[in-house]
Nanobody, 115 residues
Framework: VQLQASGGGLVQAGGSLRLSCAASGSNFNIKSILGWYRQAPGKQRELVAE???????NYADSAKGRFTISRDNYENKVDLQMNSLKPEDTAVYYC?????????WGQGTLVTVSS
């Protein structure tokens, strides 16, 4: 499974960014849960949002009301729209594909929110 993420960058607090991720590979299961995790310096990787192939979404409390995950099952893509960004959202964001206990990760894209 290959996950290619894009869209990170530098933004001021209150601004918006959109992350995109495309999944591919012969062993990619279209029923995988696609999602976004992030890891800030000195902290553990944490879930931001995820979506099942059936459209069920799960958000971290920190993301609720500000971030929106959206998935395209035909293109095997997952986007994360991030609004009202805060300095504490600064982290490396990783696209993920999960099938039961098997996790696959993209290369990570850096999001920096300046105050």
């Amino acid at each position: 499974v290959q996950l290619q993420a894009s869209g990170g960058g530098l933004v001021q607090a209150g601004g918006s960014l959109r992350l995109s991720c495309a999944a591919s590979g012969s062993n990619f299961n279209i029923k995988s849960i696609l999602g976004w995790y992030r890891q800030a310096p000195g902290k553990q990787r944490e879930l931001v949002a995820e979506e099942t192939s059936g459209g069920s979404r799960n958000y971290a409390d920190s993301a609720k009301g500000r971030f929106t995950i959206s998935r395209d099952n035909y293109e095997n893509k997952v986007d994360l729209q991030m609004n009202s960004l805060k300095p504490e959202d600064t982290a490396v964001y990783y696209c993920s594909a999960r099938w039961y206990d098997d996790y696959y990760w993209g290369q990570g894209t850096l999001v920096t929110v300046s105050s």
